[in-house]
């Protein structure tokens, strides 16, 4: 046996017997069941720390922000435009206001 193979057989076994001897680790659960692609945006810190707290404010991830926010964009695109109830309360909020002549 020469010295790569015998390299590739440690570290083979090495691996296994790491491998066998771990304990399980618990994967965290997926928050959606459709198939999602990983991708890097890259944002002025100000930018982000804005998205972060309206995520926040919210109660959910900034990824999921995001992705509602695209999800949204790509509505309006479709003319078929999503809007969230705060905004909807709002416009009729101030519908309701009398304005001054």
């Known amino acids: 046996m020469n010295r790569d193979e015998a390299t590739k057989r440690f570290h083979g076994e090495a691996l296994a017997e790491l491998i ?3 304990q399980p680790v618990e994967l ?6 459709v198939p999602m692609v990983s991708r890097s945006v890259r944002l002025p810190v100000e930018t982000y720390e804005r998205v972060r707290a309206a995520a926040e404010a919210r109660g959910i991830g900034v ?12 509505a309006d695109l479709d003319d078929s435009a999503t809007v969230s109830l705060a905004d909807v309360r709002r ?11």
């Open 91 to 101: 416009a009729l909020a101030s519908l309701s206001r009398p304005t001054a002549a």
């Open 63 to 74: 990824t999921t922000l995001m992705r509602q926010w695209i999800e949204a964009g790509l």
């Open 28 to 33: 965290p659960t997926p928050d959606t069941d």
């Open 20 to 22: 066998d001897e771990s």
